[in-house]
């Protein structure tokens, strides 16, 4: 059997109207669901664990920070791969058995 995914808005509706009814049992059978997965839904929505990032948390990037960290990263990475085909060089011409030994390219 595979399971179905539900949002988190229609969870959110499916939980306001357990309030306002006041029978998870009566809004359960209206939705085709069980029970207890509406008490858990009920216990995601109250507590605010319901898989959505908690933005207090998150600290605010504006769009120019992003693109220069994300440049700086890529230099970083370039300079690495460089400084890697260098050493390959190295090995290959310092010690052709080693080279092979080491399958380097």
Do not use: C
Not at 22 to 29: K, P, S
Not at 66 to 85: F, Y
Request: overall charge positive.
């Amino acid at each position: 059997m595979k399971r179905k995914k539900y949002s988190f808005d229609l969870k959110k509706q499916v939980v306001k109207e357990a309030k306002e009814i006041g029978n998870l049992a009566v809004v359960a059978r209206r939705h085709e669901l069980s029970t207890t997965m509406v008490s858990r839904w009920k216990r995601e929505v109250e507590s605010g664990k319901h898989g959505e990032i908690d933005l207090a948390i998150v600290p605010s990037f504006d769009g120019e920070t992003l693109l220069q960290e994300n440049d700086q990263l890529k230099r970083l990475l370039g300079e690495q791969a460089l400084e890697i085909a260098i050493l390959h060089d190295l090995i290959k011409k310092k010690n052709g058995s080693v080279a092979r030994f080491l399958k380097v390219r």
